[in-house]
């Protein structure tokens, strides 16, 4: 004859005391989880952004609406050139008062192609590159919006001093390179 199972003999059936149990457990362990993974990444970040160098790479009162201004960070290479632009709207990593202020690496993600000066303040978008035409969204933290490319367009992490603005690191690796933090020889 077949035994019966806790859950078959229970009046409370498989939701009773034990079935809540087992979720409260499930959550709390998951929870814990979570934390668990979130924290080395937290810590990670931390020390990879105390590695990168802080450049000044202009002035919020000099920046025009829509007119990407160069500059090379991490290193004085042409593989390090990015473009710091004022947006229509906030984005992720943005400053300045409306949070529309943002950096961001200009070789595309896919092959390597130059973007140039192919950044859209208006539109809030960097390309369509033109070798498979891969666009990229500023506001969220250069994600790709369609295209070839499935890696989105590395942010230069930025920091403000009343109207002067800094570079102070990286986010994503700038295409050909397995760490940003070295210099090309
Ligand atoms: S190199 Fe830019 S989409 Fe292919």
New binding site residues.
């Given amino acids: 004859m077949k035994k019966q199972t806790d859950c078959e003999t229970s009046s409370e059936g498989c939701s009773g005391e034990l079935g809540q149990l087992s979720r409260r457990h499930f959550l709390f362990g998951s929870g814990a989880a979570l934390l668990t993974l979130t924290l080395p990444t937290l810590g990670e970040a931390q020390v990879l952004r105390s590695e990168y160098p802080r450049q000044k790479i202009g002035n919020l009162s000099q920046l025009i609406f829509n007119q990407p201004l160069k500059f090379r960070y991490p290193w004085d290479h042409v593989n390090a050139e990015n473009y710091l632009i004022r947006l229509s709207e906030p984005a992720g990593g943005g400053v300045g008062p409306e949070n529309n202020v943002v950096a961001f690496n200009s070789l595309?993600?896919?092959?390597?192609?130059r973007?140039d000066e192919n950044f859209d303040g208006k539109a809030c978008i960097a390309?369509?590159?033109?070798?498979?035409?891969?666009t990229f969204d500023l506001t969220r933290h250069g994600m790709v919006i369609s295209?070839?490319?499935t890696v989105g367009l590395p942010q230069i992490l930025l920091e403000t001093e009343g109207d002067e603005i800094y570079a102070v690191g990286i986010q994503g690796l700038i295409f050909g390179y397995s760490n940003n933090r070295q210099a090309p020889v």
């Fill in positions: 595309c993600t896919h092959q390597g192609a973007l390309g369509p590159c033109y070798l498979h035409w891969t295209g070839h490319a």
